[in-house]
C-alpha cells in the first residue's frame, strides 16, 4: 500500500493503475477506522486478491467545512499509524491522507456544492452547513479520483442520498455504492465517534437499533401509520436510557419526503445524543 497527501502523486498514481486496466475505487473517510470503514474495503477486494482488477483508493480526511463552529472537528479521533496498518491489511492500495492546505489552499474553497431541500431537513437542520461541506468534498475527491465507483455507508443515510443527488445533477460518471451498515454484536452502529461514549452510554446506546427493529417489526405487523412507528421509538428511547432525542422520523427512502402511511421503500431515521456524542442510525424498509 502507498501513502500520499499530494494530489499530484495521486493523480500519477491512478494513471499507471488505469494504464494496466484496473477499475478506481474511491472509499471516502475520516479515519478513525473500524470494522465498518474495512468492510467496504474488503468488498471491494472480493475477487481481486491478485490485485488485477480494482484500484483501491480510501481517503482519510477529517474536513473542516463540515464541522460547525461549536462540533467536535479539534477532538474528532485521529491515528494515523493505527489507521494505515488496517488499511493496508484490508487490501487498500492507495492512502490518500491530504493536508487541509492541499484540499483547501487559500484556507477554504470560493465555490462549495450546496444541495437545496434535502440538505436542510434531518440532521441538516441541527448541522447547517454540514451537507455543504460533505458535498464539497466529496466532489472534490470525485474530479481528483475520478473513481469508476465509490462506497459510501448506509449508516449515514442522509449523506447517501445528497451525494446521490450531486451524482446525478452533476453528471458526475461514478457508479455509488450504499454499503449496509456494520454494527458491534449489540447492534450499536459502529462509529469512530463510539470512541466519546462513556461507559454507561456505551451500554445504553443500543436502544438505538432495537427501538429501530421494534418499529421494523410493527410495520411487518402491518402498522402503517407513520405516527404511531415514530411514537413508540421516541418511548422506547426515553424510557430505557439517558438519551436525548434530535429526531425520530419515518420519510420516503429515496427523496427523504415525510410520509405519513407507511409504503414503498420507507427510512426511519434517528440522532441521539448521549451526554456530548451525537449519534444516528436508521434503517431501511421496502413495505
Ligand atoms: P466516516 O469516517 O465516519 O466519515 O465514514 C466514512 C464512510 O464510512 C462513510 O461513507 C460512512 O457512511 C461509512 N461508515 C461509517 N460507519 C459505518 C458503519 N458502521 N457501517 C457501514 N459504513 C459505515
Given at each position: 500500500?502507498?501513502?500520499?497527501g499530494?494530489i499530484?502523486?495521486?493523480?500519477?498514481?491512478?494513471?499507471?493503475?488505469?494504464?494496466?486496466?484496473?477499475?478506481?475505487?474511491?472509499?471516502?473517510?475520516m479515519?478513525?477506522?473500524?470494522?465498518?470503514?474495512?468492510?467496504?474495503?474488503?468488498?471491494?477486494?472480493?475477487?481481486?486478491?491478485?490485485?488485477?482488477?480494482?484500484?483501491?483508493?480510501?481517503?482519510i480526511f477529517v474536513n473542516p467545512l463540515q464541522f460547525?463552529?461549536?462540533?467536535?472537528f479539534d477532538?474528532y479521533?485521529r491515528?494515523?499509524?493505527?489507521?494505515?496498518?488496517?488499511?493496508?491489511?484490508?487490501?487498500?492500495?492507495?492512502?490518500?491522507v491530504p493536508s487541509a492546505k492541499e484540499m483547501y489552499p487559500n484556507g477554504q474553497s470560493?465555490?462549495?456544492?450546496?444541495?437545496?431541500?434535502?440538505?436542510?431537513?434531518?440532521?441538516?437542520?441541527?448541522?447547517?452547513?454540514?451537507?455543504?461541506g460533505?458535498?464539497t468534498v466529496?466532489?472534490k475527491?470525485?474530479?481528483?479520483?475520478?473513481?469508476?465507483?465509490?462506497?459510501?455507508?448506509?449508516?449515514?443515510?442522509?449523506?447517501?442520498?445528497?451525494?446521490?443527488?450531486?451524482?446525478?445533477?452533476?453528471?458526475?460518471?461514478?457508479?455509488?455504492?450504499?454499503?449496509?451498515?456494520?454494527?458491534?454484536?449489540?447492534?450499536?452502529?459502529?462509529?469512530?465517534?463510539?470512541?466519546?461514549?462513556?461507559?454507561?452510554?456505551?451500554?445504553?446506546?443500543?436502544?438505538?437499533?432495537?427501538?429501530?427493529?421494534?418499529?421494523?417489526?410493527?410495520?411487518?405487523?402491518?402498522?402503517?401509520?407513520?405516527?404511531?412507528?415514530?411514537?413508540?421509538?421516541?418511548?422506547?428511547?426515553?424510557?430505557?436510557?439517558?438519551?436525548?432525542?434530535?429526531?425520530?422520523?419515518?420519510?420516503?427512502?429515496?427523496?427523504?419526503?415525510?410520509?405519513?402511511?407507511?409504503?414503498?421503500?420507507?427510512?426511519?431515521?434517528?440522532?441521539?445524543?448521549?451526554?456530548?456524542?451525537?449519534?444516528?442510525?436508521?434503517?431501511?424498509?421496502?413495505?
Open positions: 500500500m502507498k501513502i500520499t499530494y499530484s502523486n495521486l493523480r500519477e498514481n491512478i494513471l499507471i493503475a488505469r494504464e494496466q486496466g484496473k477499475a478506481i475505487v474511491l472509499i471516502p473517510t479515519g478513525f477506522l473500524h470494522y465498518g470503514h474495512l468492510a467496504m474495503v474488503e468488498d471491494a477486494r472480493k475477487d481481486d486478491e491478485d490485485r488485477e482488477k480494482v484500484y483501491i483508493i480510501m481517503s460547525g463552529k461549536n462540533e467536535d477532538r479521533p491515528n494515523l499509524v493505527r489507521d494505515s496498518t488496517l488499511a493496508q491489511e484490508a487490501g487498500v492500495d492507495m492512502l490518500f470560493l465555490t462549495t456544492i450546496n444541495v437545496t431541500q434535502i440538505s436542510e431537513i434531518l440532521c441538516g437542520s441541527k448541522r447547517p452547513g454540514h451537507f455543504k460533505v458535498a466529496v466532489s475527491l470525485f474530479n481528483i479520483v475520478l473513481p469508476d465507483l465509490a462506497y459510501f455507508g448506509q449508516k449515514d443515510y442522509q449523506q447517501f442520498v445528497v451525494i446521490s443527488q450531486v451524482v446525478k445533477d452533476l453528471n458526475i460518471p461514478v457508479q455509488l455504492i450504499a454499503f449496509p451498515t456494520v454494527r458491534e454484536h449489540d447492534g450499536l452502529a459502529m462509529s469512530s465517534r463510539n470512541s466519546y461514549l462513556s461507559s454507561e452510554e456505551r451500554q445504553q446506546a443500543p436502544i438505538l437499533y432495537s427501538s429501530l427493529q421494534e418499529g421494523a417489526v410493527l410495520i411487518a405487523e402491518n402498522e402503517t401509520n407513520a405516527d404511531v412507528i415514530k411514537t413508540k421509538i421516541i418511548d422506547r428511547i426515553s424510557k430505557e436510557s439517558k438519551g436525548k432525542i434530535e429526531y425520530v422520523e419515518v420519510r420516503n427512502a429515496h427523496n427523504l419526503e415525510q410520509i405519513e402511511k407507511i409504503e414503498g421503500a420507507v427510512v426511519i431515521s434517528l440522532a441521539v445524543q448521549f451526554g456530548s456524542t451525537r449519534l444516528i442510525d436508521n434503517i431501511i424498509l421496502e413495505v
